[in-house]
T-cell receptor, first 114, second 114 residues
Framework: NAGVTQTPKFRVLKTGQSMTLLCAQD?????MYWYRQDPGMGLRLIHY???????AKGEVPDGYNVSRLKKQNFLLGLESAAPSQTSVYFC?????????????FGSGTRLTVV | AQSVAQPEDQVNVAEGNPLTVKCTYS??????LFWYVQYPNRGLQFLLK??????LVKGSYGFEAEFNKSQTSFHLKKPSALVSDSALYFC????????????FGSGTRLLVRP
């Protein structure tokens, strides 16, 4: 089925370790987004991309980096994980900036930093 | 700045009764409003949207939402709740057609008891 696929689904990291979260979409969407979800805080935008080769900072970008080398993939990197980055991470995509049906979300990656 | 408020952390309702999940927003321009639902261990799913036109918007699974400009509200409603409606509901706002940033509320957990 078409949609947004996130890997891995779960991960436990030690403080200071690095990792990359992968998001892949097969809907030919231009726009892709990374959010984090924390209890009582809803979803907060980390970084987003408006097309292949472009990235931009969102609301909470510190401690994260992203890359969009291919249109279908959007990678989120943590260079030196901290316990404050324990969260559920969601990737989303949309066809255009005026996407009337909102975003299509992946099923999430649950990350624990110990 | 854009913001969305969901004043209730949890809403409890008996199956068969009507339900309302509240949302208020603040934007400087025309609001584009969305409701999403999240089931356990899943990503967010689009329910409905308000862009323009009729203040009563109908969406998936029998849900509807009423846009009230004077009260800056966009409450989610359903005439008869089902146990399967139990989930986490998010209201979101986008400021204007050309903005790709979607701001989410903190979420409201809906619990429908049999």
């Amino acid at each position: 089925n078409a949609g947004v696929t996130q890997t891995p689904k779960f991960r436990v990291l030690k403080t200071g370790q690095s990792m990359t979260l992968l998001c892949a979409q097969d809907m030919n969407h231009e726009y892709m987004y990374w959010y984090r979800q924390d209890p009582g805080m809803g979803l907060r935008l980390i970084h987003y991309s408006v097309g292949e080769g472009t990235t931009a900072k969102g609301e909470v970008p510190d401690g994260y980096n992203v890359s969009r080398l291919k249109k279908q993939n959007f990678l989120l990197g943590l260079e030196s994980a901290a316990p404050s980055q324990t969260s559920v991470y969601f990737c989303a995509s949309s066809y255009s900036e005026g996407e009337r049906n909102g975003y299509t979300f992946g099923s999430g990656t649950r990350l624990t930093v110990v | 700045a854009q913001s969305v408020a969901q004043p209730e952390d949890q809403v409890n309702v008996a199956e068969g009764n009507p339900l309302t999940v509240k949302c208020t927003y603040s934007v400087s321009g025309n609001p584009y409003l969305f409701w999403y639902v999240q089931y356990p261990n899943r990503g967010l799913q689009f329910l409905l949207k308000y862009i323009t036109g009729d203040n009563l918007v109908k969406g998936s699974y029998g849900f509807e939402a009423e846009f009230n400009k004077s009260q800056t509200s966009f409450h989610l409603k359903k005439p008869s709740a089902l146990v399967s409606d139990s989930a986490l509901y998010f209201c979101a706002v986008r400021e204007g057609w050309s903005s790709y940033k979607l701001i989410f509320g903190s979420g409201t957990r809906l619990l429908v008891r049999p």
